[in-house]
């Protein structure tokens, strides 16, 4: 296997040039933002703010004694007019504070950058991460300090950044890297320190040439920081696949990246710990690339978490014609969201606005055994057996045909001649086997 | 904006584009030109034939649905593709009924019993020869008529009458032919201008077709070429000339548009290789040590049948299995 890719995969129209090359603009601040208290990691959040407090930017609003939790704050100051309920991006209606701001931005007095960084210990840097409320921002959300905070044991040699943004139109991180690459790097350097390493990559797709020579040029000043270009190719955000990429490793199945010495991290979340650590800033917005056939005028813009999509598609000049899809993330692996009023959380990287043709649901036809979704599997399953067994209702057959090594990416759906849904069925199987997993520890634990 | 009706489906939210209709239309287009070169080889009865055998396999097809109450699926151009292999693999001169029946049979029974498209287990096409070739046996091996541009040719070893329904693996088969060169009937081999089935005869007029395939991603060459190779150097071993053997009969045909079939091939790489494997066996031993002169057709039915098996044993190794720390 070649140096800077992975067997499987596919490479869609990328679609990105709508957006490749507009420079990030600050949305409009929105008339209300709502803060869900569910956010990526699954712990709910306990309000630490009630209705008709006044609130500053910054400050915290709602926090959680569990491990994998994080808080969240006010991305604005102003008043918490409510806590109810809000339709959020997985589809469900969840608790969230509503804040409407008072249009000061007056910053909470916690938000103050941290001195002598490296002269801190690693623990102390992975607790002002947690506090600063910051999850992987590639999607999935997954908790900062939990990544950083490794078991003893954990032998890892290399910070991987991701900035592959495999995600056909999706140019968020594109356009960070491009304009903010020292605040990356900044980050990753604060990383390296929490985890006890000398080597940063940096695994950046071929297709941005603009992002590869500015991480280069920014990199080539801090020790042990290095590019990496990758070949374009999604799932190349995999982590597991752009450890394949860059370092030629392979993660164990059910292992994470530690398990062959990688931390990997979105290139966002880099830039979000340097917003803490440098600025004094928790995470309270992100880059929200805004774009698809379906928005008049796409731009990335950079939007306080809790924003709306309706706000942030107003902003880039409404629909153009009858809307079909709203999804949240990338066309491959986002969310279809239900509603124009669910609000952007931490891992929202885009806001894709389809036609109604684009989102015309395709008749699935027979199977006819072609062998594309397995030619396309980069975990080198074999879907086109994962979905009978699953809609057979064979769990321990699909367990068999190892189901949990799925990583969800669409590639099976995404090449199938006869429009079967090859993903949901497999998601379906994985959800399946947890709760007969857990049924079964819970029965083992009496 | 607020009351925006909204689709919600689950990701992806984007298609490739290809489907299975498009698949099956490259099939039919890359087995034109060997339609053609059997029209024009063995005239207008060739394409009375094929209009027959098709006919056939829509026919029951969408017969067999309606009877059923199912949704009618000749618009996803399997049944053609299945019709118009069925002429391919059956003698150019039989009485026109029997393509019909054996299409009907290959998608009434072949097919459709089996639970349709994608279920089935065997080819259905090579599964319908066989019925017509067991039920009327005369009347299929006396079709196997030389081209009239064939007269006079070098394979005349006994005088053109007595070998008029001989294809040349039936020549070679009484030993009227044989030896570890045959270079002189290479030629026409290649072009096709000899006896056999329908579509087999021409392997130039076949590879044009595969190489179309080839070109569309619609096949790889695992099958066919492990196939091939498969034969030549079992022949070859036996001190035959191999590529006679490669030309000859259905090789060709068999081993890029039979063998290759999605629904009864296996699905991964080394899987792939096996089958391609197993059926130049079989393929060489029937020609040598069997019965029949030919053995392409029963080979791959033989191997369709050890396609769940080849795919259990060859699963592939998911990613992180082989665990390598560089």
């Not at chain 2, 984007?14 to 063995?42: E, H, K």
């Not at chain 2, 629904?263 to 790489?269: A, D, K, L």
Request: net charge neutral; proline share 6%.
């Amino acid at each position: 296997m070649p140096k800077g890719s992975f067997r499987g995969g596919v490479h869609p129209p990328e679609n990105k040039e709508r957006t490749a090359t507009l420079r990030t603009v600050v949305a409009r601040r929105p008339s209300q933002v709502a803060i869900a208290l569910h956010q990526g990691s699954n712990c709910p959040l306990t309000p630490t703010v009630a209705k008709g407090d006044y609130v500053r930017m910054g400050q915290k609003v709602a926090d959680t004694d569990e491990k994998w939790g994080v808080p969240a704050h006010s991305p604005v100051s102003g008043k918490v007019v409510s806590i109810g309920l809000v339709r959020t991006a997985s589809g469900v209606e969840d608790q969230a504070i509503f804040i409407e701001p008072d249009g000061e931005d007056a910053l909470d007095e916690s938000c103050v950058p941290v001195d002598n960084v490296f002269s801190r210990s690693p623990e102390e840097i992975i607790r002002i991460i947690r506090d600063a409320g910051i999850v992987g921002m590639g999607g999935a959300e997954f908790p900062t300090h939990i990544k950083l905070s490794l078991p003893p044991g954990a032998n890892v040699d290399t910070l991987l950044l991701n900035g592959a943004e495999c995600e056909p139109c999706l140019t968020a991180d594109h356009r960070l890297m491009v304009e903010r690459p020292r605040d990356i790097i900044r980050g990753a350097q604060i990383m390296m320190r929490a985890i006890g390493v000398s080597r940063t990559l940096i695994g950046i797709e071929d297709n941005k040439p603009d992002a590869i020579r500015a991480m280069g040029d920014a990199a080539s000043s801090a020790a042990g920081v290095e590019v990496v270009a990758v070949k374009t190719r999604y799932p190349q955000g995999s982590e597991k696949h752009l450890i394949k990429s860059v370092l030629g490793r392979e993660v164990p199945p059910g292992g994470l990246p530690f398990a062959v010495g990688v931390v990997v991290s979105n290139v966002g979340t880099c830039a979000a710990v340097s917003n803490r650590f440098d600025r004094g800033l928790p995470l309270i917005e992100r880059i929200v690339t805004v774009t698809g056939s379906a928005v008049a005028k796409p731009a990335n813009l950079v939007a306080k978490i809790g924003t709306s999509a309706s706000d942030l598609i107003e902003e880039c000049g409404g629909f153009v014609g009858q809307p079909g899809k709203i999804v949240f993330g990338g066309p491959m692996m986002g969310m279809a969201v239900s509603s124009v009023d669910v609000p952007i959380g931490k891992g929202t990287s885009g806001i894709l606005v389809m036609s109604r043709e684009e989102s015309e649901d395709l008749k699935e036809m027979p199977c006819i055994k072609c062998g594309q979704c397995v030619d396309a599997c980069p975990m080198r399953l074999e879907p086109v057996f994962l979905h009978q067994w699953s809609n057979a209702g064979l769990w321990d057959e699909a367990e068999a045909y190892h189901a949990m090594d799925c990583i969800e990416c669409g590639v099976c759906t995404y090449v199938c001649p006869s429009r079967r849904n090859l993903v949901q069925a497999i998601k379906r199987a994985k959800f399946e086997i947890s709760a007969r997993r857990r049924a079964a520890k819970e029965r083992g634990s009496k | 904006m607020g009351n925006t009706k909204l689709i919600v489906t689950p990701a992806p939210h984007i298609r490739s584009g290809d489907s299975t209709p498009a698949i099956m239309r490259d099939v039919v287009i890359a087995l034109l030109p060997a339609a053609i070169s059997a029209v024009y080889f063995f005239g207008a009865q060739a394409a009375v034939s094929m209009v027959c055998s098709v006919a056939g396999a829509v026919g029951a097809e969408y017969i067999f649905e309606k009877i059923a109450k199912k949704p009618v699926t000749i618009g996803d151009w399997s049944a053609a593709v299945t019709g118009l292999l069925i002429a391919m693999v059956l003698p150019p001169h039989v009485p026109v009924w029997i393509p019909v029946i054996a299409g009907f049979f290959a998608i009434g029974v072949v097919k459709l019993l089996f639970g349709g498209l994608g279920h089935n287990v065997f080819n259905p096409a090579l599964a319908g020869r066989a019925f017509a070739i067991a039920a009327w046996p005369a009347l299929t091996t006396s079709g196997y008529l030389w081209p009239a541009s064939a007269e006079g040719a070098i394979w005349a070893v006994r005088g053109f009458d007595a070998m008029s329904t001989a294809t040349p693996l039936t020549l070679w088969k009484m030993g009227e032919i044989g030896g570890a060169s045959m270079s002189k009937f290479y030629q026409s081999l290649f072009v096709g201008n000899v006896a056999g089935s329908l579509g087999e005869t021409s392997a130039l007029a076949l590879l044009i077709g595969a190489v179309y395939l080839l070109c569309r991603g619609r096949i790889s060459l695992r099958i066919p070429l492990s196939y091939i190779l498969t034969v030549a150097v079992i022949t070859g071993l036996y001190g035959q000339d191999p590529l006679f053997h490669v030309l000859s009969g259905g090789l060709i045909l068999g081993a890029f548009f039979m063998a290759t079939d999605y629904v009864t091939s296996p699905m991964n790489p080394k899987g792939q290789i096996i089958f391609g494997i197993g059926c130049g066996i079989l393929t060489a031993l029937i020609r040598m040590f069997g019965g029949y002169p030919e053995g392409v057709c029963y080979s791959i039915l033989l191997m369709n049948a050890a396609v769940p098996l080849i795919d259990r044993l060859t699963r592939p190794k998911r990613f992180g299995e082989v665990t390598s720390r560089a």
